[in-house]
């Protein structure tokens, strides 16, 4: 599930480059789980609601030791994350690992099937949809 400024991480890749691993990664995140945090089997999401705020999350996995993005053959692409603006047209740069369902507002991990939201308040949706559209 996709909101705002979404940035996507394999959980592959936090295995293999987040210092002490998916472990560490989700203790480090668990103030932010059902707010701006979720994951399924595949994706960890984290989010910002501006440019500035993303900045600040991109910020701090290249210190972390991710290569946030790259250049190849003149072009640059999302390499081991990916900043999502569903609203605002996807990546924005090529992702060749990233999925994306518009219809749904969701994104998977290429090749492999959708799986369930972790860490979401699916509760705290419910209501903002009863607030947002009543009566229907």
């Known amino acids: 599930m996709t909101e705002f400024l979404d940035l996507i991480v394999p959980i592959s890749i936090i295995e293999e480059k987040y210092p002490g691993g998916w472990e ?3 203790k480090d995140h668990s103030a932010a789980l059902n707010a701006r945090v979720w ?3 595949s994706l960890f999401r ?9 900045k600040v999350l991109l910020d701090q996995w290249w210190k972390l030791g991710f290569e946030c993005y790259a250049v190849r053959d003149g072009e640059t692409y999302w390499k081991d994350v990916c900043v999502y603006e569903g609203m605002m047209g996807g990546a924005g740069m090529p992702c060749d690992w990233l999925g994306e369902d518009v219809a749904e507002r969701c994104v998977f991990l290429k090749g492999t099937e959708r799986g369930e939201v972790v ?6 949706i419910d209501d903002w949809e009863e607030l ?4 229907d």
């Open 24 to 26: 560490r990664c989700l």
């Open 39 to 41: 994951f399924d089997n």
């Open 46 to 54: 984290d989010g910002a609601m501006n440019h500035d705020g993303m």
């Open 119 to 124: 860490g979401r308040d699916w509760d705290l």
């Open 132 to 135: 947002r559209f009543p009566g």
